[in-house]
């Protein structure tokens, strides 16, 4: 018989062919994009801001001579706050006058791996922690810890001047307090 050239359609094989070259891409697009990593950067960007927040807030209070005291030490209101409204307990005074909401870790009260750097240089998970932000004032003296997740932050860590290989620091002076 002759076949009409209207007759013309693609084979089971070459479908086939064509939905596994369209898997093998799309897989190999979706291990070099990373989703995982790029949330827990986001996430890490998210607790460098917080940090810097914190630090606007103890510095602003210092100078309007709030007495702190002992009043954040640790996790001290951050790891118990589940809601990020300012309120006069979740640093041991009010902070509403110093920003609209309260810095929440984004995995708070999480258990998740953070990075650490090795003597040689390297990467490594030291552990499950909690996720939570950590500040601490002595005086005038102030140091504020935030977790890290992401490989990439690495240098961040270890180049941030304090002495934590795991935790991303800020602080008022050399001499770290927590």
Known sequence: MFKNKLDKAFTLVELLIVIGIIGLLATALLVSLNPAEAQRKTRDSQRIKDATTIEGILINALNDNISLG?????TAGMASSTSNSCSSSWMGFDICNYVKTAPIDP??????????????????????????YRARVSG?????????ESTSNLSKVLNDGGNSPILFEIFSRVADLL
Not at 70 to 74: D, G, K, R, V, Y
Not at 140 to 148: G, L, R, S, T
């Open 70 to 74: 002992s009043a954040i030490t640790a």
């Open 107 to 132: 995995q708070l009260g999480k258990s998740i791996n953070a990075i650490a750097g090795t003597s040689s240089g390297g990467v490594a998970v030291s552990g499950s922690m909690n996720a939570t």
């Open 140 to 148: 005038a003296d102030y140091e504020i810890n935030v977790i890290q």
